[in-house]
């Protein structure tokens, strides 16, 4: 297959799925044509141009490797497979869920995938089910010219629990898409783990969305490590849709040559009694430049929010730079709301401290970049999952900062 | 200057009679004095076109160059959209405001005059019966002439020029030409382009180099017969090593038969100059007020604004600094208040454009009623700007569950050694506050206002004295009825 435009062709060219799907994905492809590119004119894409974006990539299946740590999944009644079988297998909870949280209409790029997504992770968890260690999918991704529209489906019944890594990963390419959404059903008092390591390689766009409905009582913790791509675009959203429920999301990135990350976050306060926080940490090197905007809404029904929202960047050069937005939009008034972001250099005094002691300043700046960053990671429970964080750090920072660096 | 024509500072006391009957009342009785127009009866029109511009322009005998920049500004004006976010504006009709009228509205001949609401205002906040004729604008003309003239001497013996920006183009046209629209080109926004097509009255004060003005100068104070509008334009110019307080207020709640307040305000404080530059809004809620500010702080300079919004239906104020020399500083405290109907939507900006440059914002907000206050702000450090500082802080207060608080700061930093932070909160009145107060015998309301009083003291203490007397008291009249 060739590069494509994403004309009528491509799409008849993509294999048959499921009737319903088949709508859907027809449907998606209407709004495809009918959407225009998202323009900067508008606040969601101030801080990206796509306007020259040239979408002429060939539709792609990357490699999928999804790890169990080795339990038994079938004994426990989870279902963590590829998207496109469980449309055969569970068509209901399929059918029912996809595109429910990310509408194919949403955007360009979320008609695109709807129309073109081809595979995708299922994983679905019974009510009162836990499942004890990560599980884990590898999206890789080493054509050059390849789009690929990775999607994870992620639904927690009633009381359940899981942890899941989402790794994406590729060599530096010429030129890739990653056009990648990610939806998770957090049912009434199931806690869910998710944790997303983008390391795609430089010449790839990635455009992802993640959103995330808590339900009654539950608890969603997500994890998001961004330092790939040389365009990334990627927004994680989470609803509190029922009583009492928990949101934390944590963000760390690290921006170097002359990598565009645009991260953008929404905590959506439907319910009462609910309490989200939200630390997103970035360092920056080079001529990179990194946009996080965040928003908190709190709708009126949802009184006794607390909510929080932090954003805090290390600029290490001069030629990169920094925007953050952070906005807060409250219309309940028995809540406890608040936000706060920096932007600004690595503290002088630490440095020259760390020099006086024969420390070179950029293996000081490593450590202080660390130091940064494990604010979030001492925030990660699984050991593991930290562990697997804190390595993918070390190798973005380069050589270890210090010898008893792990 | 005709009696009828007796307007204080912002055209603000005006009879609550409707535009209809108000405009017949103008046009049988007008007597402005226009300089080349003696005797025409003026007709007023609805609407916006080139020829109300021109009639505006050779009304006032202006130079060719300002009726020119008049014309290009309302080109401006009409090819601008509306701008998309912020405040809903749709209720806003262009072609149903006089935009040439408004600055002869005309002042309450007599006390009785004054519309209900404002009497009782003054009632509460406890203002004497001859202080109230005076703020009602009633007595104004004559005392405060008199005030004007002992301030206007003092002023002309230290070389402070300050007048309203009509005579300032008449008197002063250099220093106006090559001031004027400088901070604010005619396209900066839309409403910019209006003022500056339609522009009538407002401030000049140019204050020479080293000349420190001891007491603050008022828009209050200054009698002028060729303002005010709903479109002043205003113009201060603090020359090397000055200082200079301009406080523009209403220290009195406004009533307008007009709906739409549109100023632009340019303030340039030259090195080592510090200008201070306050407002206390409380315009009636049927007013949309969207106005443009902006200061240019050069080497060591130091700009504040100190910005209380209490009243109007729509409030879309920004107050921005551009830190252009090294050294530069500036400071933005804002207050918000929206009570029914009311959405306030404020901030402040800071562009730092030149190295070790510092900004400060803080903001305060309180909504209550189904009140919407919003705080907008840009921190921008330009590339080169290095060491800049700045730090932003806004805290919103929401009395109840119809209420609304938004928060959007943007903070744009290219420059590696910039270091800016910005936190805000969002809260109701604390229960254990409430309770310990009330427990000391104050009523809820009491409790509540006392509260809040604090809340935006911060604000208050950096105000003059009566001003901040007058917002506590603002506050407390807005409190009224709120709670239980």
């Known amino acids: ?96 869920n996809l595109h429910t949280l990310v509408p194919t209409d949403r955007t360009k790029f979320t008609a695109l995938h709807g129309a073109f997504r081809t595979g995708g992770t299922f994983l679905y968890i019974p009510p009162d089910v836990r499942v004890e260690l990560p599980l884990q999918t590898l999206t890789y991704l080493d054509a050059d010219g390849a789009a690929t529209f990775p999607h994870t489906l992620l639904i927690a019944g009633e009381g359940a629990d899981v942890t899941f890594i989402d790794r994406f990963a590729s060599p530096a390419l010429d030129r890739a898409l990653s056009d990648a959404i990610v939806e998770i059903v957090v049912g009434d008092g199931a806690h869910v783990r998710y944790v997303s390591i983008q390391e795609w390689g430089s010449g790839v766009t990635h455009l992802g969305i993640q959103r995330a409905r808590v339900g009654r009582d539950a608890e969603f913790r997500s994890l998001a490590i961004g330092f790939g791509a040389s365009l990334a675009r990627a927004e994680a959203e989470t609803v509190l849709a029922g009583a009492g429920g928990f949101s934390e999301m944590l963000g760390v990135f690290f921006a170097d040559g002359t990598q565009h990350f645009d991260h953008r976050s929404v905590q959506d306060h439907v319910a009462p009694n609910c309490s989200s926080d939200l630390l997103y940490k970035g360092a920056l090197r080079d001529a990179s430049r990194a946009v996080y905007s965040g928003w908190v809404h709190v709708r009126p029904s949802a009184q006794k929010t607390d909510a929080m929202q932090t954003s805090r960047n290390i600029v290490l050069s001069e030629h990169a730079k920094a925007d953050a937005i952070p906005n807060l939009e409250i219309e309940a008034n028995d809540v406890r709301c608040g936000h706060a972001a920096s932007v600004g250099p690595v503290d002088e005094e630490t440095v020259f ?34 562990h697997n964080a804190e390595l993918a750090i070390q190798e973005e920072l380069g050589e270890p900062a210090t010898a008893g660096a792990r | 200057m005709g009696p009828s024509a007796s307007i204080d500072e912002k055209g603000e006391h005006i009879v609550a009679v409707s535009q209809e009957e108000h405009l017949r009342e103008l046009s049988k009785g007008y007597r402005f004095d226009w300089k080349d127009q003696s005797n025409s009866v003026f007709e007023p029109k609805r609407g916006l076109s080139e020829a109300v511009v021109e009639e505006i322009s050779s009304r006032k005998s202006e130079p060719d160059w300002m009726r020119k920049r008049r014309l290009k500004a309302l080109k401006h004006f009409e090819q601008r959209a509306m701008p998309w976010w912020g405040a809903d504006l749709s209720g806003i009709d262009f072609e149903n405001i006089y935009y040439f009228i408004r600055s002869t509205e005309k002042q309450a001949q007599n006390w009785e005059e004054l519309p209900e609401d404002i009497r009782g205002t003054w009632d509460k906040l406890g203002i004497p019966e001859a202080e109230k004729k005076y703020l009602g604008g009633v007595s104004a003309q004559y005392e405060s002439e008199v005030v004007y003239h002992k301030i206007k001497k003092e ?30 080109p005619a396209n900066d926004n839309k409403f910019a382009a209006l003022n500056t097509a339609v522009w009538s009255g407002g401030s000049f004060i140019y204050v ?30 603090a020359d090397e090593g000055s200082y200079v307080h301009y406080v523009e207020g209403c220290s009195a709640p406004i009533y307008t038969s007009d709906s739409l307040h549109s100023a632009v305000v340019e303030i340039k404080a030259m090195k080592g100059a510090r200008v201070r530059y306050t407002t206390i809004q409380n315009w009636s809620t049927n007013v949309y007020n969207l106005v443009t500010k902006r200061a240019a702080a050069y080497e060591d300079a130091v700009m504040e604004w100190v910005d209380g919004n209490i009243g109007s239906k729509v409030t879309m104020k920004y107050p921005s600094i551009y830190l252009l020399g090294k050294g530069a500083r500036g400071e933005v405290l804002s207050v918000a208040f929206a009570g029914k109907g009311m959405h306030t939507d404020a901030g402040g900006k800071a562009i730092h454009a030149a190295p070790y440059t510092t900004s400060v914002i803080t903001s305060k907000s309180v909504s209550k009623d189904g009140g919407r206050t919003g705080y907008r702000g840009l921190v921008r450090v330009e590339p080169d700007a290095h060491h800049a500082r700045s730090n932003v802080r806004c805290d919103a207060l929401i009395l109840d569950d119809e209420s609304r608080s938004d928060t959007y700061p943007y903070i744009e930093v290219e420059d590696e050694t910039a270091a800016l932070g910005h936190e805000a909160t969002v809260s109701k009145v604390g229960e254990d506050q409430l309770f310990y107060l009330m427990s000391r015998g104050l009523s809820e309301v009491e409790a509540t206002a006392m509260i809040v009083n604090g809340f935006i003291e911060p604000i208050t203490r950096e105000l003059p004295m009566e001003y901040a007397v007058e917002l506590n008291r603002l506050i407390e009249l807005q409190m009224e009825g709120s709670v239980g």
């Open chain 1, 353 to 386: 401290y760390l020099e006086s002691r024969g420390i070179s300043r950029a293996q000081a700046e490593r450590l202080i970049v660390t130091g940064f960053f494990q604010e979030v990671l001492d925030r990660v429970r699984l050991d593991e999952v930290r």
């Open chain 2, 208 to 237: 020479p180099p080293g000349v420190h003005v001891d007491i603050p100068l008022q828009a209050y104070f200054r009698i002028n017969a060729e303002n005010m509008g709903q479109f002043e334009r205003t113009l201060i110019i």
């Open chain 1, 1 to 96: 297959m060739t590069s494509t435009t994403f004309d009528e062709a491509a799409f008849e060219l993509l294999p048959g799925t499921s009737e319903p799907l088949q709508r859907m994905r027809k449907q998606a492809f209407e709004e495809f044509r009918a959407l225009p590119i998202p323009s900067q004119e508008t606040e969601e894409w101030r801080y990206t141009d796509l306007s020259d974006f040239e979408l002429s990539f060939e539709p792609h299946v990357p490699s999928v490797v999804r790890t169990t740590s080795g339990q038994d999944l079938d004994g426990l009644g989870v279902m963590f497979t590829d998207l496109d079988g469980a449309a055969e297998s569970h068509a209901d909870l399929v059918e029912r």
């Open chain 2, 155 to 184: 002023l002309d013996d230290i070389g402070v020029l300050f007048t309203d920006m009509d005579s300032a183009l008449r008197d002063y046209p250099d220093l106006v030409k090559e001031h004027f629209g400088t901070l604010i």
